[in-house]
């Protein structure tokens, strides 16, 4: 077993592996996105696998972890930021760890491969078409970033451009100029942000070419990524993972399903399929209009969805007693709360499965419900991440008494 040591990260104490070495990427040392840089897949996955059933020891003996059979390239959303640094040279790519400097990355090894060339090929065309980087401190300038989203299935492209103002000089003939060789562009967008503010998107979206937004498939169902949308980064592992969570709620037709923490119901919406009627529930709005419209575009009927806290509405469930047979949950990374959990408990649905992308917030989740009379059945952890020390885990419950 390498030696793990303890490392600070998004604010909290992770294990990272004591033998990372910076290994065959050429950006690993400025760039520092990926904790597990130069080593070995299969150690990281022997390590990911050990953390999860050191956590999970005492409710279940976990399953072997589904990692990737080609660990890179899997990132199908792709963003570089741009600025221009000595004699006019354009670099794009990520901010080096803890300052503003950018790192200029021509192909990273986790992004998709013909997104990063998309990339390369804007950064060759802002000069013929005489556009400027925009430069952070003196607010000059007009490109901020790219964003590129690629559909697994569909293998549609997005690419947002993302300009300190909405207008794009020559906008037709760039978008031309792009496409000649990357055809599989179907969108184009012109994202505004005009704010000084480290967020990427601003608030609002220009189509200049095609739909405005690209569709995938996932399970058999269609999804539409808008420019804000969250969709999953790596859909090859979703799919596996949703697979799954889906099986874990052994549906037959007949159940009411809570679909917790929904995002833009990509879950619920496969689940309902298989099932009697499936409430979504998530807090930010944007999502629940993309889950309304990714219903329509699937037309399913039997589900609904509702804006709230996942918390606050469970309790209300609970007041009303409302009959539930099934609790799918994916919380964020703090996992799920007090107020959640009990209602779960006093709904008493006969099973849960909880998806989880934080497994020590996971384990503190499942002491709760394992004394309150469920059991945990089943864990298998997924590798969504690979390169990165994050690890997802799907947990099927059922209850005891
Ligand atoms: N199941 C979805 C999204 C999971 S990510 C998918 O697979 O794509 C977790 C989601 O929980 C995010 O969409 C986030 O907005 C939402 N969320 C965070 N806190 C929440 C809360 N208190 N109540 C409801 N949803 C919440």
Same mark, same amino acid.
């Given at each position: 077993?390498?030696? *793990?040591?303890?490392?600070?990260?998004?604010?909290?104490?992770?294990?990272?592996?004591?033998?990372?070495?910076?290994?065959?990427? %050429? #950006?690993?040392?400025?760039?520092?996105?990926?904790?597990?840089?130069?080593?070995? #897949?299969?150690?990281? &996955?022997?390590?990911?696998? =050990?953390?999860?059933?050191?956590?999970?020891?005492?409710?279940?003996?976990?399953? @072997?972890?589904?990692?990737?059979?080609?660990?890179?390239?899997?990132?199908?959303?792709?963003?570089?930021?741009?600025?221009?640094?000595?004699?006019?040279?354009?670099?794009?790519?990520?901010?080096?760890?803890?300052?503003?400097?950018?790192?200029?990355?021509?192909?990273?090894?986790?992004?998709?491969?013909?997104?990063? =060339?998309?990339?390369?090929?804007?950064?060759?065309?802002?000069?013929?078409?005489?556009?400027?980087?925009?430069?952070?401190?003196?607010?000059?300038?007009?490109?901020?970033?790219?964003?590129?989203?690629?559909?697994?299935?569909?293998?549609?492209?997005?690419?947002?451009?993302?300009?300190?103002?909405?207008?794009? %000089?020559?906008?037709?003939?760039?978008?031309?100029?792009?496409?000649?060789?990357?055809?599989?562009?179907? *969108?184009?967008?012109?994202?505004?942000?005009?704010?000084?503010?480290?967020?990427?998107?601003?608030?609002?979206?220009?189509?200049?070419?095609?739909?405005?937004?690209?569709?995938?498939?996932?399970?058999?169902?269609?999804?539409?990524?808008?420019?804000?949308?969250?969709?999953?980064?790596?859909?090859?592992?979703?799919?596996?993972?949703?697979?799954?969570?889906?099986?874990?709620?052994?549906?037959?037709?007949?159940?009411?399903?809570?679909?917790?923490?929904?995002?833009?119901?990509?879950?619920?919406?496969?689940?309902?399929?298989?099932?009697?009627?499936?409430?979504?529930?998530?807090?930010?709005?944007?999502?629940?209009?993309?889950?309304?419209?990714? =219903?329509?575009?699937?037309?399913?009927?039997?589900?609904?969805?509702?804006?709230?806290?996942?918390?606050? #509405?469970?309790?209300?469930?609970?007041?009303?007693?409302?009959?539930?047979?099934?609790?799918?949950?994916?919380?964020?990374?703090?996992?799920?709360?007090?107020?959640?959990?009990?209602?779960?408990?006093?709904?008493?649905?006969?099973?849960?499965?909880?998806?989880?992308?934080?497994?020590?917030? &996971?384990?503190?989740?499942?002491?709760?419900?394992?004394?309150?009379?469920?059991?945990?059945?089943?864990?298998?952890? #997924?590798?969504?991440? @690979?390169?990165?020390?994050?690890?997802?885990?799907?947990?099927?419950?059922?209850?005891?008494?």
């Amino acid at each position: 077993m390498d030696k *793990t040591r303890n490392v600070k990260r998004q604010g909290k104490t992770v294990k990272a592996l004591e033998n990372k070495k910076d290994g065959s990427c %050429p #950006y690993a040392k400025k760039c520092g996105g990926c904790d597990y840089q130069g080593v070995d #897949y299969k150690k990281q &996955l022997e390590t990911k696998e =050990a953390n999860v059933k050191k956590l999970l020891k005492d409710f279940v003996k976990v399953s @072997p972890i589904v990692g990737m059979e080609n660990p890179y390239h899997y990132r199908h959303k792709v963003h570089a930021v741009f600025d221009c640094i000595a004699r006019g040279q354009v670099v794009a790519g990520v901010y080096k760890k803890n300052s503003h400097e950018v790192v200029d990355i021509e192909c990273c090894q986790i992004e998709d491969q013909e997104a990063d =060339a998309i990339i390369r090929e804007i950064k060759n065309l802002l000069k013929s078409f005489k556009i400027k980087t925009y430069d952070e401190d003196t607010g000059y300038g007009l490109l901020r970033h790219v964003l590129v989203r690629k559909g697994y299935h569909t293998g549609e492209i997005m690419v947002v451009l993302v300009l300190a103002s909405p207008i794009l %000089p020559s906008k037709n003939n760039f978008v031309k100029a792009l496409r000649k060789n990357h055809p599989n562009i179907s *969108t184009v967008v012109i994202n505004v942000n005009d704010k000084k503010t480290s967020m990427v998107l601003g608030e609002r979206n220009i189509v200049v070419y095609g739909k405005g937004f690209i569709e995938d498939k996932l399970c058999g169902c269609t999804f539409r990524i808008s420019p804000n949308s969250f969709y999953q980064v790596n859909p090859a592992q979703t799919e596996l993972l949703y697979e799954k969570a889906i099986n874990c709620a052994h549906l037959t037709g007949k159940e009411k399903v809570i679909d917790a923490y929904c995002g833009t119901g990509t879950i619920g919406i496969i689940a309902s399929k298989y099932a009697k009627e499936v409430l979504g529930v998530e807090l930010n709005k944007d999502a629940i209009k993309d889950a309304i419209t990714n =219903a329509k575009r699937n037309e399913i009927k039997n589900i609904r969805f509702v804006n709230d806290d996942a918390g606050k #509405y469970m309790v209300s469930l609970a007041e009303k007693k409302e009959l539930v047979d099934v609790v799918i949950m994916d919380p964020p990374r703090s996992g799920s709360d007090e107020a959640f959990l009990s209602s779960v408990v006093k709904l008493a649905p006969k099973r849960v499965v909880y998806v989880s992308c934080g497994p020590d917030t &996971l384990a503190r989740d499942l002491k709760y419900l394992t004394r309150k009379g469920y059991k945990v059945t089943e864990a298998t952890p #997924y590798d969504m991440f @690979p390169m990165t020390y994050h690890t997802e885990v799907v947990v099927e419950l059922i209850r005891e008494k």
